[in-house]
Nanobody, 124 residues
Framework: QVQLVESGGGLVQAGGSLRLSCAAS????????MGWFRQAPGKEREFVGS????????YYVDSVKGRFTISRDRVKNTVYLQMNSLKPEDTARYYC?????????????????WGQGTQVTVSS
């Protein structure tokens, strides 16, 4: 059974940094892509970025390019979301997700597995 467990969220001031982790278990992810999504109160869940597990290639939404970086540790089976220069509008619950395939997909429905999320709050 696939499990994705996020951690690392918290409260940070604008301009600060956080690193989120997503510990993945239950299968091998060599032919999977791992995505990060976020959902702010009253808003729809939106795509943030993704990484192809085997290739390490990444893809980001424009609003986080240059500030957020996704990486993975294949030994630890963990995906990371390094967030720098955080803004109040980055406040949201952040979710890790997994889907078969290596090409980037921004749609929620493309992902088969989801974690429970971790809350990120950026104060101004």
């Amino acid at each position: 059974q696939v499990q994705l467990v996020e951690s690392g969220g918290g409260l940070v001031q604008a301009g600060g940094s956080l690193r989120l982790s997503c510990a993945a278990s239950g299968r091998t992810f060599n032919n999977y892509a791992m995505g990060w999504f976020r959902q702010a109160p009253g808003k729809e869940r939106e795509f943030v970025g993704s990484i192809a597990w085997s290739l390490g290639s990444t893809y980001y939404v424009d609003s986080v390019k240059g500030r957020f970086t996704i990486s993975r540790d294949r030994v630890k089976n963990t995906v990371y979301l390094q967030m720098n220069s955080l803004k109040p509008e980055d406040t949201a619950r952040y979710y890790c997700a997994a889907r078969p395939g290596v090409t980037p997909r921004t749609q929620l429905g493309a992902y088969d597995y989801w974690g429970q999320g971790t809350q990120v709050t950026v104060s101004s």
